[in-house]
């Protein structure tokens, strides 16, 4: 994986990782993205961010995102379809309208044995190139 760079916090999945890319960070995405911006700059960054963040600290991954992500990085996340709702990211929201959400015909598992969570996920994507939302 040429340009590709890998970043997980669980060390058990470097080797894993290591499959697609030499470049494997063990580090906490939000810790990484700020210490990169520090580093590089803020008009340079990865041409595209793809994650599958824990739902509970989802909008801090995609905050942490947007800092490392100068325009015109895509970023997609497979978040929860229920990650539109809620009064709290309301603001959030507003500031950071998504162009295209995937959502997905089929639950996905997560567990390795076919079993779902019997909810809903889709792929949100940012500064893509189609606007919509589709069902795939």
Request: proline share 7%; glycine share 8%; with cysteine.
């Amino acid at each position: 994986g040429r340009g590709i760079r890998a970043i997980d916090c669980n060390p058990a999945f470097a080797p894993t990782l290591r499959q697609w890319t030499s470049v494997v960070n063990v580090a906490d995405f939000r810790q990484w993205a700020v210490a990169y911006r520090c580093e590089m700059g803020p008009k340079v960054g990865p041409g595209l961010i793809i994650t599958n963040p824990p739902f509970s600290i989802a909008r801090e991954i995609l905050d942490a995102a947007f800092l490392v992500a100068a325009p015109p990085t895509q970023i997609v996340m497979l978040l929860r379809l229920s990650f539109l709702e809620s009064e709290g990211r309301r603001a959030w929201w507003q500031e950071h309208p998504v162009d295209a959400v995937y959502a997905l015909s089929k639950r996905p598992s997560f567990t390795g044995d076919g079993k779902t969570l019997g909810q809903a996920f889709g792929f949100f994507v940012w500064r893509g190139l189609e606007k919509g939302v589709y069902v795939v």
